[in-house]
Every structure is written in structure tokens, then in C-alpha cells.
């Protein structure tokens, strides 16, 4: 068995199957640590797909699988530099972690999403990646940018708009409102509820059956089903560039970080 | 069809049980971020029972500002 563990996330090889398990407290909040993590698995994965059929991304977190870009350390940062140096810095991150979910999402291997608890914002960014979203019942998928007067920026919408309808599309992005694990298989996010706690257990069953077909037709079969939408993650970018320098997003990023209260994650 | 009182009971049992607070010790006015000791992530939490328990939607929305058992009853009530 190869094992790696860093310092947010480790992963594992056994029997076919990668599992990349998310860890970092709270709620696996996204950012420089994460990235470089990420970073480190994506440099491995040309030596680890050449011993797998399958990746399982999944959460030690109890809160959940990830509750987005860690917004406390975006704030900070941006507070420490002046408008022009936070906006080159956001962008260098944006184009790091695309590079890094581009290279997952398009991975040959066939990947799974064990999802449970928060999936929100960057989190839910991260899921999307994969070919197949295993979702706890207790699961709750949300996109709460606009709350922020920013858009998700780690190519949310254009990987959403590949699998799903525009009108759950808009409903996500437009009302800022989180949806349970029921909802997102009926509209086709989620390709299966498992009971609580069972997530993981379902992907490992699916990671298995997986292994059992040739994996050069399970990669030729992907790339011919799953094209990347590569222009409008680019045009997704420049939008939340655009859209960052606005006084109102360093506003809304000051509430949430300064909110002591128990509603930060609700609208 | 439930009744609210009913609804409201229903909810009453469900937190109590979860967040392993006697069922005696909640009322329906109860604040229930102050009563259960929750806090946003949990509140999620709880709301995604409800959805579970009652089979229905509730978006987020709709519970903004809602912090008492009774007021989320009324909002579960009229998507039952």
C-alpha cells in the first residue's frame, strides 16, 4: 500500500482504488495550505494512475466535506496589501487551484465524491471535479458566493452547467440557498444516497466495481463523455477578478469573518 | 395532514433526540440556537433533518431570522 499524508490531506493506494482523504479543522476550509496539498497529490498522480483505476476523494471532517475557500485567510491577506497587489495575489490562487481541480477533473481514472455534511462554496467546487458524486443523506451542497457579491471561483458554474439543468443551475447560484442530498440526486448531481455515515463504504463498493473493466476503455469513455469546459473556466476567473476589487465583497468577507454569532453559514 | 401542533412536536422529539437534550426541557418558543447549544453548521444540520423527516424542502431562506421552534413549524407546515 503507498501512503502519503500531508498536512490538510493524505492519500492512499490499495487495490486500484486512490483515496484522498480531506483533513483539515474546521471544515476543510480551502486555502494556501490546502492548495499546496493538492498540489503535492496532483504532482503524484502520474506515478498513482498508472497503479489505479479509481479515486475516491472523501472527509475526516465530522462538519462535513468541505465548507469552501477558507474566507478568513482571504480576508486577512487581502487586508495586509493594497487593492492592486490582493488582486494579482487572488488571481495566482485562482489559476493554482483551476490547474489543480483541471487536472482532477480530468484525471483517466474513474473518480467519486463521498460526500457528507457541508459541501458549500470551494468545497463543493472540489466535489464537482469528480465523475460521480456519492452523497450521505445528510449532505447539503450550496454555492453562498453571491452573499459575498462574488461568484464561486474555482469553477463551480461551468462544471455544474456541464452536468446539470440551467434552472437548478440558477436556483443554486442566484438564491444562495443549500440543498439536501435528495434534491441533488433528483436533479442529477448526485448519483446515489447513501444512508448516514455510509458515503465512504458506497464509493469503495463503486471504486470496486470500477476495478473490474479495462482502464483504457474506462478513460476513453470519460474523455469522450466529459469534455472540460476550459473557455468558460477562463472566463470565470476574470469575472471574479472583476468582481473582487468591488468595496462590497471586502464588506461582506469583514461580516462573515467578524461574525461571532451562530449564523455565518446561513444566508 | 399534520396539524401545527403536531409539526411542532414532531420537531420538539427530532431535536431532543439528536442533540440529546430532554424532550421535557423544550417548548415551542424556545429559542433553539440558545436551548440546543447550536451553532450555524448544526443548524444546517438540523434543518436537513427536518427536510429528511418531513420529506420537504426548506430553503435556507426561508429560515433566516427564524430562531424558535413554533415560527419553523409554521414554515415546515406550509410545504407539508
Given amino acids: 500500500m503507498d501512503e502519503h499524508k500531508g498536512k490538510s490531506l493524505s492519500w492512499r493506494t490499495a487495490e486500484g482504488v486512490i483515496e484522498l482523504a480531506l483533513n483539515r479543522a474546521p471544515a476543510n476550509e480551502i486555502g494556501l495550505a490546502m492548495l499546496e496539498d493538492l498540489e503535492r497529490f496532483t504532482s503524484s498522480l502520474p506515478a498513482l494512475e498508472s497503479k489505479a483505476?479509481?479515486?475516491?476523494?472523501?472527509?475526516?471532517?465530522?462538519?462535513?466535506?468541505?465548507?469552501?475557500?477558507?474566507?478568513?485567510?482571504?480576508?486577512?491577506?487581502a487586508q495586509k496589501?493594497?487593492?492592486s497587489l490582493a488582486l494579482k495575489g487572488v488571481r495566482e490562487f485562482l489559476e493554482r487551484i483551476h490547474a489543480v481541480l483541471n487536472r482532477i477533473d480530468t484525471s483517466p481514472l474513474t473518480t467519486i465524491a463521498a460526500v457528507h455534511g457541508v459541501c458549500f462554496g470551494g468545497g463543493f467546487e472540489l466535489a464537482l471535479t469528480c465523475d460521480l458524486i456519492v452523497a450521505d443523506k445528510m449532505?447539503?451542497?450550496?454555492?453562498?458566493?453571491l452573499r459575498l457579491g462574488l461568484v464561486p471561483g474555482f469553477g463551480g458554474i461551468p462544471r455544474?452547467?456541464?452536468?446539470?439543468?440551467?434552472?437548478?443551475?440558477?436556483?443554486?447560484?442566484?438564491?444562495?440557498?443549500?440543498?439536501?442530498?435528495?434534491?441533488?440526486?433528483?436533479?442529477?448531481?448526485?448519483?446515489?444516497?447513501?444512508?448516514?455515515?455510509?458515503a465512504l463504504r458506497v464509493a469503495r463498493s463503486t471504486a470496486a466495481q470500477v476495478t473490474k473493466f479495462d482502464r483504457a476503455t474506462s478513460a476513453a469513455a470519460k474523455r469522450f463523455i466529459k469534455p472540460l469546459p476550459a473557455e468558460e473556466l477562463r472566463r470565470e476567473i476574470d469575472l471574479f477578478c472583476e468582481l473582487f476589487t468591488r468595496p462590497a465583497v471586502m464588506e461582506g468577507l469583514r461580516k462573515f469573518v467578524e461574525d461571532k454569532g451562530a449564523h455565518p453559514y446561513l444566508p | 395532514m399534520r396539524t401545527i401542533e403536531?409539526?411542532?412536536?414532531?420537531?420538539?422529539?427530532?431535536?431532543?433526540?439528536?442533540?440529546?437534550?430532554?424532550?421535557?426541557?423544550l417548548e415551542s418558543g424556545d429559542d433553539f440556537y440558545k436551548?440546543?447549544?447550536?451553532?450555524?453548521?448544526?443548524?444546517?444540520?438540523?434543518?436537513?433533518?427536518?427536510?429528511?423527516?418531513?420529506?420537504?424542502?426548506l430553503p435556507d431562506y426561508e429560515v433566516q431570522g427564524v430562531s424558535d421552534f413554533r415560527t419553523l413549524a409554521t414554515r415546515i407546515q406550509a410545504r407539508l
Fill in chain 1, 53 to 77: 483505476s479509481a479515486l475516491i476523494l472523501y472527509s475526516e471532517q465530522k462538519a462535513g466535506f468541505s465548507a469552501g475557500a477558507d474566507l478568513r485567510e482571504l480576508y486577512a491577506e
Fill in chain 1, 81 to 83: 496589501m493594497e487593492k
Fill in chain 1, 139 to 145: 449532505a447539503r451542497f450550496c454555492f453562498p458566493e
Fill in chain 1, 160 to 198: 455544474l452547467k456541464r452536468d446539470i439543468g440551467n434552472a437548478v443551475v440558477r436556483d443554486l447560484l442566484l438564491t444562495g440557498r443549500s440543498i439536501n442530498a435528495t434534491k441533488a440526486l433528483a436533479v442529477g448531481l448526485a448519483s446515489q444516497v447513501a444512508a448516514e455515515g455510509e
Fill in chain 2, 6 to 25: 403536531q409539526t411542532t412536536d414532531e420537531i420538539l422529539n427530532l431535536a431532543a433526540a439528536h442533540f440529546k437534550v430532554p424532550r421535557t426541557a
Fill in chain 2, 35 to 57: 436551548k440546543l447549544g447550536i451553532d450555524s453548521l448544526q443548524a444546517l444540520e438540523l434543518l436537513t433533518r427536518l427536510e429528511n423527516h418531513f420529506g420537504v424542502e
